[in-house]
C-alpha cells in the first residue's frame, strides 16, 4: 500500500520579482481582514442602555423565557407610543389658558373721553340753506327768510365740512365747569373729533401729552358740568335714519390709541343727573395663530391710523364701502375724499347697511394681541336738589327749570390705582411637549435621547458593513483565493524516482497545480543552494 505525505511548499527569495505586484494586494487583505466586522444583535443588546432588550436577544434558541420578555417590551413600547401620539396631538391643537392678574402701580394713565352732543345740528345757527340742503337728514321742510317752501329757490353746493363745525354744539357753550385732580381745566383741553353725532370732543386724546392720575377714587378724575343746550334741538317733523328722540350726551371711555366708536361702543348720559363713572383698566394680550385669531403688531402699519384697532378697523371697512358705492365719504371717515353731500344719504345708509350685514366675510377685523380697555361701573344723583337749584341759577343766569331740563355732571374716576392683566398663554409648548415624551420614554421602555442615538449608531454600522460588501463582492474573492492555503500530496514511490539533481529546478509563475500553493516565506539563503547567475527556487518538502 502506497504512503502518501502532506507537504508545504516554500518559495526562496529569488521569486520576489514575480510576485512583486501579488504584495499590495496581499496587504490590503490584511487590512480588510483586521476591519472589525459590524456588531451582532445580540451584543448590540447586551451594550444598548435601552431596557429589556438584553433579555430577548441573546446566543441560542428561542426559549419562553424570552418569549415573554419580547412580549412585555412590545407592550410597553406600544404604551409608549400610544402617550407619545396623544402628547404629538395635543400639541397640534395649541391650546391656550386665560392668566388673569392685578397689579398695583404709583400712577396710571387717564383715559381718554370722548363726548358728543346727542343733537348734531343747532336749530339757531342754520341758514336756509343749510335747512333746505339738510332736509333729508333733519326732516325740516325747506323754507326761505319769510317761512315758507320755495319752489325754485336755489343754494350754492353745501360744504358739508363747514356745516357741521358751524352748526355743531360749541364746548365753549356747553362746558359750564371742569375740574381734573383737583386742577381746574377749560375748553383748551379738548380737541374736536367728529363722529356720527357730527362735531364731537375729546378729553386728554393726545398719547405724547397724556395726563396721569396718582390717586384713586371720587374727585380724582375727570368731573365737568355741561348744558346739553335743549332749546338748541331740532324739532321733529318726520322721521329720518338720523332722527333722534333723546336728549343729553354720548360718552365713551377709550385709550388714546384707538379713534371713538361712539354710536356703538358710547355710553348716554341724562341731564338733570350726576353720573358717576368708576373705572377699572384692562390689560389684554392675545395670542397670534396658531394658538389665538389676534393681529399682530409685526403685520404693515394699518392705513389712516397710527396703530390697529377694531374701531379704526371698523372706521376703515366703512370708508370703503361708501366710497366704492357711492364715491364720496362721510365727515368722520379717514382719507381725503370728498364728503357726501345730503342728496346721496339715501345711498350711503344703503352701503353702511349691507357692509353690516356682510361686514364678517368681506372686512374682517382681528383683534388686536394687545388691546386696552375700561371696565365701568355707573351710578347716579339727582341734580340738583331743591337747595342748589336757586344757587345754580343765580350762577349761571339760568331758570331753576333750564337748570333740571339741561345741566348735568359727569365725573369719572379710577376705582384704584392697580389693572388688571388678562394674557393667554400657551398651554402647551414644545419644552413641556419633549419633557412629556421623555417622561413616558423613560417610565416605559427606559430609553432616552442617548439610546435613541446608540440605536442609530447601530443602524448606521449595519448599513455601512453591508454596502462594503455589495460594493466590492470580486476584489473580496479575489483576495480570499490568494489567501487559501493548498495542500500537496506527494507518494513515496515518487519521491524515490526522482534524482537529487532533479530537486532544484526553476518553476515559472503558474506552473504548479490548481492543488498547491506556495507558502511565501523566505528562509535564509543557503551556500550550497546559492548559484551564481541562476534564479531558481528551493522547494522545502517538510515530511
Known sequence: MPIEF?????????????????????ESLIEESCTPPAKDLAGFANSCSLHGINHIFVSGRLGIRQTLWALA????????????????ISYLEHPHVTALNEEATPEMVFPAVTICNINRFRFSALTDADIYHLANLTGLPPKNKDGHKPTDLMYPAPDMQDIFNRT??????????CNFSGQNCSVEDFSVVYTRYGKCYTFNGNKTTSR???????????????????????PIWRETNETSLEAGIRVQIHSQDEPPYIHQLGFGVSPGFQTFVSCQEQRLTYLPQPWGNCRSTSKEKFPGYDTYSISACRLLCETNEVLRVCNCRMVHMPGTADICPPSKINCVDKALAQQQKNSGDTCPCETPCNLTRYGKELSMVKIPSKGSARYLSRKYDKSE???????????????????????????????GLLGDIGGQMGL???????????????????I?????RLLRPQKEEKKNKQQTSTVATVGLEEMKAKEPNDMTRSHPEGAYANTILPNHHHPLPHPHHHHAGHHGVFEDFAC
Open 464 to 468: 455601512k458593513h453591508r454596502l462594503q
Open 444 to 462: 416605559f421602555i427606559g430609553a432616552s435621547i442617548l439610546t435613541v442615538l446608540e440605536i442609530l449608531d447601530y443602524i448606521y454600522e449595519v
Open 73 to 88: 417590551f412590545l407592550t410597553s413600547l406600544a404604551l409608549f407610543l400610544y402617550q407619545a401620539a396623544k402628547c404629538a
Open 212 to 234: 396721569k392720575t396718582k390717586q384713586g377714587g371720587m374727585g380724582n378724575g375727570l368731573e365737568i358740568m355741561l348744558d346739553i343746550q335743549q332749546d338748541e334741538y331740532l
Open 6 to 26: 502532506v507537504c508545504k511548499i516554500k518559495f526562496a527569495e529569488e521569486d520576489e520579482k514575480q510576485k512583486s505586484k501579488q504584495d499590495g494586494d496581499k
Open 401 to 431: 327749570d333750564y337748570i333740571r331740563d339741561n345741566f348735568l355732571v359727569l365725573d369719572i374716576f379710577f376705582e384704584a390705582l392697580n389693572y388688571e392683566t388678562i394674557e393667554q398663554k400657551k398651554a402647551y409648548d414644545v419644552a
Open 168 to 177: 355743531g354744539h360749541q364746548l365753549e357753550e356747553m362746558l359750564m365747569s
